[in-house]
Structure formats: structure tokens, C-alpha cells
């Protein structure tokens, strides 16, 4: 975990806008599933911290003891809401076995994709994330373009072009968010090309906005498997 901060904002305002803006992320997910078909939800780069109140949010707010709860993550997951837990990066390859164990009717992956590396690995967590879905899939992240950076709290440098935000985080002493392995942002054109690899003859995209000071502060990546 990275100590310093060199951020504008306080922790627990920051966290309070996360929250607000992952509440109208919740809203739009309501309203573009059938809850009634929901019985298994899948949560992508679950945390074990849950010191946050932004942390697991969806999972909190969708907390139901109707539906049984799963989760894929490189961390070992102690939270006892989730019935099943794997221990394994969402960019790896997964066996048949896994495949059938953890494929549910909902995945969830809340700004996850920032951190799995280079796009290719995005692109893996994507075929994966589909190949995990028995109905719905929701991908979140952070919009590159918005003017402060979610994880380093700073504005603009992360606008750079990406060799030259990384050597400005180095210099700054961020070393671990200087890693692309780490944190690797996302704009609009990424989000089209990864949506070029999830197969349209079996979902139906939707690209959505979220919207902070009437800039797009997160992108979501929702699909629904067709009949």
C-alpha cells in the first residue's frame, strides 16, 4: 500500500464522492437488469479491506440472502458473504472447472481493469469477464480525461501522455503507481477497443458515462447475453 499522498483533496471527502459517484453506477445497473433473474453474482478484484465505506460497494448495496455471492480476486477474500472465493488474477486462464464453478448471472468488476497491467491484459479480463457471465456483465473504471486522478489524488499529470506521467510519479516517490502493471488508465478509444473483443452475436453493449462537474469522471461497460 503507498503511504504518501500527495493529493488536494482529504480522505474522507474523496471517499464521499466516490461514493456518491459509484451510487449513480448502482442506479444505472438497476435500471438495466431483470433483479428477478439475478441468483448469483461474481464480483472481480474483490478487496479484503473493507475499512472504506467505497470498498465492495456494489456487493454491499446488492447484499441479498436470496443470491449467492462469489469472488475472483489476487487477494485471499475472508469476507463470509461470499459463498465461494478464488484466489486468482482476473487476467490468467481459467480451467473448464473454474469456468463452471464461478460463471454467474451478474459479474461485477468495479474499477479493476485500471490495475490488471498492458492492454492485452485488459483484453484477457474481458474475455474472461464474458466468458463468466450467464446474463449480465458491469465493468467500471475511472475515465483517464477527468482533470484529478481517483488513485493519486493529483490533477492533470495523469492527462499526459503515459511515459511522462509515469517519470513525473517516479519522481514524486509513487513509485508503485508508476508501474503500468499497477495502474494503467482508461479512456473512451481504449473502451472501444476492448469492447471490439466481447462477441456481439452473444451480448449487447452498452458504453455509459457518469458524470462529475459535467465531466465524464467514470466509463461503464455493460453487457446483456442475448437469448
Do not use: W
Not at 441479498?64 to 462469489?70: A, D, E, L, R, V
Not at 475511472?142 to 510519479?169: A, Q, V, W
Amino acid at each position: 500500500m503507498i503511504e504518501k499522498n500527495y493529493g488536494i483533496f482529504n480522505y474522507d471527502l474523496f471517499d464521499n464522492i466516490i461514493i456518491k459517484k459509484r451510487s449513480e453506477m448502482l442506479a444505472f445497473l438497476n435500471n438495466n437488469i431483470k433483479k428477478s433473474l439475478i441468483r448469483t453474482i461474481l464480483d472481480i478484484g474483490t478487496i479484503d479491506d473493507d475499512s472504506k465505506k467505497s470498498s465492495n460497494y456494489f456487493i454491499q448495496k446488492l447484499n441479498n440472502k436470496k443470491i449467492t455471492f462469489k469472488s475472483i480476486s489476487n487477494q485471499k477474500i475472508n469476507n463470509k458473504i461470499f459463498k465461494k472465493s478464488l484466489k486468482k488474477s482476473i487476467t490468467s486462464t481459467f480451467s473448464l472447472d473454474q469456468f463452471k464453478k464461478f460463471k454467474s448471472d451478474l459479474v461485477i468488476s468495479s474499477a479493476t481493469i485500471e490495475h490488471v497491467g498492458n492492454l492485452n491484459n485488459q483484453k484477457k479480463m474481458v474475455k474472461n469477464i464474458f466468458n463468466l457471465t450467464k446474463k449480465y456483465f458491469f465493468i467500471t473504471t475511472p475515465n483517464r480525461f477527468f482533470p484529478i486522478d481517483f488513485h493519486t489524488k493529483m490533477p492533470f499529470i495523469h492527462m499526459l501522455p503515459k511515459n511522462i506521467h509515469r517519470c513525473i510519479l517516479n519522481y514524486l516517490g509513487l513509485k508503485e503507481y508508476a508501474k503500468e502493471a499497477n495502474l494503467n488508465l482508461i479512456d473512451e478509444n481504449t473502451i472501444k477497443k476492448l469492447i471490439k473483443y466481447i462477441p456481439k452475436r452473444k451480448f449487447k453493449i452498452k458504453v455509459f458515462r457518469i458524470k462529475l462537474f459535467l465531466i465524464t469522471s467514470n466509463l461503464i461497460i455493460f453487457g446483456e447475453r442475448k437469448i
